[in-house]
């Protein structure tokens, strides 16, 4: 078996319309194509690393020995439901069979296939999309390894996945061939972001200062109190850290005002604050335990931390 990297698509500004585009969800994972053959299954990252020992509930084909080479990725979900990529962090890089076990266990995973490069010997690269699907639906894949279904309505899809707090939507051209390791605008994907107001619970100074303001430390105000959500550092410039510098002015506490333990990484040198201040957060996803890629947005002075409760 040798190893091959996938197809990638291109980043988006919208969802291409019209018939000859199909849409997929996008999913929250890790990327793998899985080469069925020779009696055994070999499992490789998108750098062609091989993963199989990681994935040990995965790494038995469902189509038993038949020769297979397919593309998909590795998806497991958090404590919401959602697929999250964090939950899989802890398996990514194991590489002791004993591990990958236990680990498989606390944290079952599910193989979201999409595509099949080949099939019985036959290479399916050359064939377009909408050919290689018809083959990937034939296999009746469902269980461990599943095959997500795609969607004409593209802008619909894109907005059901906002709603439920997925990752976004990749829309492929029907007529378009695998290209391995190539990015092309043949698949074009969009992530979702989302502002949210979120409430201040303390700030950190730049690296070297013990003054400059230069991330935030937010949290959810829930029934439980407020629960912590992640550091902000992205959008505080000069001006932002001047500004936000001033508000907290006069709102310093000694203790952590969240109801839940900060990370020991984010708590080491931060000055904590009474949870007055609410600002806009812009992050990639929703729905998860921690803010992914964040981005201060401004703070929300029409806004009272109270008002925040669901």
Do not use: C
């Not at 002791?96 to 019985?120: G, K, T």
């Not at 997500?148 to 939507?169: F, I, K, N, S």
């Not at 890629?293 to 669901?310: C, I, K, M, T, Y």
């Amino acid at each position: 078996m040798s190893a091959m990297r996938p197809m990638l698509a291109t980043p988006g500004t919208h969802v291409p319309t019209g018939e000859a585009w199909a849409h997929e969800v996008k999913w929250d994972g890790v990327r793998a194509l899985t080469d069925v053959g020779d009696g055994r299954v070999r499992m490789t990252s998108r750098n062609e690393n091989a993963i199989t020992i990681a994935w040990p509930e995965l790494s038995t084909s469902p189509l038993g020995d038949r020769d297979l080479l397919v593309d998909g990725e590795i998806i497991a979900l958090n404590d919401r439901g959602l697929p999250d990529f964090r939950t899989l962090q802890e398996r990514m890089h194991v590489r002791n069979a004993q591990s990958a076990a236990r680990l498989a266990e606390a944290v079952p995973a599910i193989y979201m296939v999409f595509d099949v490069l080949r099939l019985d010997g036959r290479d399916l690269t050359g064939l377009p999309w909408t050919e290689r699907r018809a083959v990937l639906d034939s296999l009746g894949l469902d269980g461990s390894w599943q095959a997500p279904a795609p969607y004409d309505d593209g802008e619909m899809l894109l907005e059901a996945t906002r709603q439920q707090g997925l990752e976004g939507v990749v829309s492929k051209r029907r007529a378009s061939t695998y290209r391995p390791g190539e990015r092309t605008a043949h698949w074009v994907k969009l992530a979702h972001r989302h502002r949210l107001s979120y409430v201040v619970g303390g700030w950190r100074p730049q690296e070297g200062t013990s003054d400059r303001l230069a991330a935030l430390l937010v949290g959810e105000l829930t029934s439980e109190g407020l629960l912590y959500r992640g550091r902000v550092g992205s959008g505080i410039g000069a001006r932002q850290s001047r500004a936000l510098s001033d508000l907290v002015a006069g709102m310093g506490r000694s203790d952590s005002p969240f109801a839940d333990e900060v990370p020991r990484v984010d708590a080491r040198g931060t000055h904590w604050l009474e949870p007055l201040l609410v600002v806009d957060i812009d992050t990639h996803g929703k729905g998860y335990e921690r803010l992914r890629q964040p981005s201060f947005q401004g703070v929300r002075a029409d806004l009272a931390p109270e008002d925040l409760l669901p």
